[in-house]
């Protein structure tokens, strides 16, 4: 399972013209599921978006996680984040799981991370979104479990 985390004033998922996820401050996360995937990666990954340290403290440090700060998430399924892009001019999605899988890892990703306690959005699995965001650094990290 990948990860791309954005640390966002706001941001924002809109699906035929309709937002669908919205959130005011805290942690965009683009989430690639791959076929070998399971509810323990899952788990580490969460651990990691909620836990990791890129929210400044008094003294403009990173030292703050999301669950530190009580920031919000957004959660966008994202299938290219998981493409193998080392050859050719044409990326590769041999790694991804399936659409079933992808689609119950990422339910179940976003189920677990609500009972964070945290506003959590998300986008609309499968569907051609639209995202909006306002990149607050900019900070961005490339997670993995």
Same mark, same amino acid.
């Given at each position: 399972?990948?990860?791309?985390? @954005?640390?966002?004033?706001?941001? *924002?998922?809109?699906? /035929? %013209?309709?937002?669908?996820? @919205? &959130?005011?401050?805290? &942690?965009?996360? =683009?989430?690639?599921?791959?076929?070998? /995937?399971?509810?323990?990666?899952? @788990?580490? =990954?969460?651990?990691?978006?909620?836990?990791?340290?890129?929210? $400044? /403290?008094? @003294?403009?440090?990173?030292? =703050?996680?999301?669950?530190?700060?009580?920031?919000?998430?957004? &959660?966008?399924?994202?299938?290219?984040?998981?493409?193998?892009?080392?050859? %050719?001019?044409?990326?590769?999605?041999? *790694?991804?799981? #399936?659409?079933?899988?992808?689609?119950?890892?990422?339910?179940?990703?976003?189920?677990?991370?609500?009972?964070?306690?945290?506003?959590?959005? #998300?986008?609309?699995?499968?569907?051609?979104?639209?995202?909006?965001? #306002?990149? /607050?650094?900019?900070?961005?990290?490339?997670?993995? $479990?």
């Amino acid at each position: 399972m990948k990860g791309l985390i @954005q640390r966002v004033s706001n941001a *924002k998922v809109d699906v /035929d %013209g309709e937002t669908v996820g @919205q &959130i005011e401050g805290g &942690i965009l996360l =683009l989430l690639g599921v791959e076929r070998d /995937d399971d509810e323990a990666k899952a @788990q580490k =990954l969460l651990h990691k978006v909620l836990n990791y340290r890129i929210f $400044s /403290d008094d @003294q403009g440090k990173m030292n =703050l996680s999301l669950q530190d700060t009580g920031g919000e998430l957004l &959660i966008v399924s994202q299938f290219t984040l998981v493409a193998d892009t080392a050859k %050719g001019m044409r990326p590769g999605f041999s *790694k991804g799981a #399936t659409p079933a899988e992808g689609e119950r890892f990422y339910n179940y990703f976003t189920a677990q991370a609500k009972q964070s306690g945290l506003k959590v959005e #998300t986008g609309q699995f499968g569907a051609n979104m639209q995202v909006s965001l #306002t990149n /607050d650094g900019p900070v961005t990290f490339w997670l993995e $479990s």
